[in-house]
């Protein structure tokens, strides 16, 4: 069984900056999409960002302009780049891979960073 895990998160102050890493424990075969949800007490899971497998990115309107995503298929990691940090930012970061086995998506989970952004 694949397993996600995510590193780099932590406490920071608003306007600061972090990166989050999230490394496949095996290679994930065919991976079609990378990304990064997160979930705040009390609310319901968002997504962050994505990847695909050709590159093109989305982001959510509330990070566009101050989080970049990246990702290596090689190395069966993806990458969040967070600046300018807000405190409504906090939340526990969960990575998303999505590969592909018997010609259907078979989608991982990590179990999250917490990243806290204090005012």
């Known amino acids: 069984q694949v397993q996600l895990v995510e590193s780099g998160g932590g406490l920071v102050q608003a306007g600061g900056s972090l990166r989050l890493s999230c490394a496949a424990s095996?290679?994930?075969?065919?991976?079609?999409?990378m990304g990064w949800y997160r979930q705040a007490p009390g609310k319901q899971r968002e997504l962050v960002a994505t990847i695909t497998s050709g590159g093109i990115t989305n982001y959510a309107d509330s990070v566009k302009g101050r989080f970049t995503i990246s990702g290596d298929k090689g190395k069966n990691t993806v990458y969040l780049q967070m600046n300018s940090l807000k405190p409504e930012d906090t939340a526990l970061y969960l990575c998303?891979?999505?590969?592909?086995?018997?010609?259907?998506?078979?989608?991982?989970w990590g179990q999250g960073t917490q990243v806290t952004v204090s005012s």
């Open positions: 095996r290679s994930i075969f065919s991976i079609a999409l």
């Open positions: 998303y891979v999505v590969g592909t086995r018997n010609f259907r998506p078979d989608p991982y």
